[in-house]
């Protein structure tokens, strides 16, 4: 069986807390292994400065923050919405859940922009989806909503299809005003191109002018928009609009039950599906409280390392081909049409499989899976090695990525960055030894790490994570074959046809997985009944994308192609 | 040894129809308006093992203005719905519209406030392709069933 061990850690924590900082405490509870602070709205930006300070807490990552509008839960609650801070200590490795509750009116809570830069877009899509007010924030506007949007979505008296038609077009330039004007170039200086013909002029005469990028643009994938200010072809300042693929799955959510929710989470990241199904049916158990068997984690550990590895070739080989190498992208490529054949013998489905159910898969697999997988991870390394020698030496992609879209680990952690983008800045920070599920702990995997933080770090990082899940998989499907078979089911045993009613006890819930761009978490409340009351889906790649602006002003556009594909932005994980 | 070692110097005549709509269906030229799951698919179908240039759509444009079928692959929201209408107003005319998988075609299960369900309701489309994501042979289809739509077509139709 395999144990959570997350329990030891937050009692300790929790210990800790009540004899470090027990004055601003409302409540301290531990619920289904998650430790939830309760604090009063106004004392909440000491309360997280003190934490995130305090030598024997130092809760420096924030993972995310939710939002739970309570209106329809029954006992009701005196207080209407709650705001959830989910904390993560990465030197001990211990979370915490701080929960804020305010009155319908007015809802305010203090920002926390000074203390985590992430917060600055976390805050801003709580306010977008539940319209509280998060006081002192720099620029509270809607994140993934347009402009025009009336009412906030997520509130649980927003009629699901109430829908508004069609948006104006946001311009931008009042946030690009305020940064120009930060640099002492006021806009009026700025030449804006596209509807005048002062195009050329604005060359000559070295004056910065305004490109918008995106979001048909290739090198954003079609969803994501920027506007910036160029002084020749460096980016003086830089604003990032996404939402452009916000397809209200958490809200959707909420209107299925425990069961049809796995097919919305392969949706999210697509580029690794069966991850996103692991993620959420390991939250639900951990709030059912299920074990499941030493068979099923073994196999899931197969299948999440097999989704990494296609996650990596995805990012990898667009990268490469918004560099220019189009080679690399069809040997890359080919091996994820392999995988793709091994996932459609079992679920029938090329590229969304849903095919993990809460506690268990839903068939036993075909009897040459393990020969299947076995073949196409020896047919893996002489390709990673030929993209290796293509690329690794190659004086073009030296000088699109050495030094390109740097970051330090303590930026990158206040950024909220996981997965392979932090450990790139040499941060070896990997849930899979930190906070071991399913028996990783047992098997034999080094964590790569970067040196410089950049883009051609972030690129090898994935590469050489590639041959590391390998080595997972080939020590998985060994111990796998050596289990003994499955006990026949006991003389009337009842078996379940299709799906078993699940219903989780009242409560709430994170849990979280490393996916293939970091932390991929689940915050999921439960009422009691057969529809999750809420779920937020922590989305690595909303967090790694919210320090564009920072990684890529001062560089230059062909610059800002190289770091959005080294940052590996998936859209329907960013947006949701 | 092509056709005009057969044929020398002489004449074929031929339909000014049949004769540009053979070129038109053989060499569509694809905007892949792509924006979730289904561009993977793309990918794929423009991948080395399925290779969409066996169906003379190789020529992925980057710009609409130099292609003449647009490709809608992936969910469609209200805020992205302006920019998926301008693409289309920036493709010149002969053009035609596929939209890829349930989303495009419907909303597929996206059926709430900010997914636009079917591209139909902003861009006249040709060619729907069921499926979530459908599969690269569907694409195929897809683009088979338009060189037949394409063949059909007069030059007068598009005064």
Redesign the interface.
Known sequence: MIENNSSTTANTCKDLLALQIGGDIIALEETNGTLFATVAPDSLHGFLAKIRDNQVLKFDLLVDIAGVDTLLLTPALPDRFQVVYILLSTVFNHRLCVKVNLGAENPSVPSICGLYKIANWLERETFDQFGIIFAGHPNLKRLL??KNFVGH?LRKD??????????E?EDLLDELKTKLARLNRPIDSVKITGCTNETDAAMDDNVPFIVNIG??H?IV???LRLLTAVEGETIIALVPEI???????E??IENSNWHQVV??TD?LN??SPMMNNIGYCKAVEKMLGITISERNALYRIVFCELARIMDHL?CSG?HLIDLGALTP??YL??I??NI?DIMEKISGA???YSCVRIGAFPYPFYDAFFDDVETVIKKLAPVIDEVRRLVERNRIFFDRCVDIGKISTADALAYGFTGPCLRATGYAYDLRKAQPYYGYDTLDFDVVVGTNGDTYDRFFVRIYEIIESAKIIRQAIKRLKELPPDPPAAEGAKKTKGFKKVAPPTGAVYDATEAANGELGFYIVSDGSAKPYRMKVRSPSLCNYSAIEQLAEGAMIADLVSIIGSLNII??EIDR | MGIETAFGQSWITARIDDVVNWGRANSPWPYVFGTACCAIEFMSTAASHFDISRFGAENIRWTPRQADMLIVAGTISYKQAPVLKRIYEQMCEPKWVIAVGACACSGGFYNNYCTVQGISEIVPVDIFVPGCPPRAEAIFDAVIKLQKKISKESVLDRK
């Open positions: 909503n347009f979505p927003y009629p699901i299809d109430k829908r508004q038609g069609f948006p077009s979001p048909a290739p994938h079609g969803i939402g452009y693929l916000h397809r209200g799955v809200k959707s097919p919305y949706r697509y580029a995805l667009p992208f069809w490529f080919q994820r049409e793709y090329r590229l969304t859209g329907g």
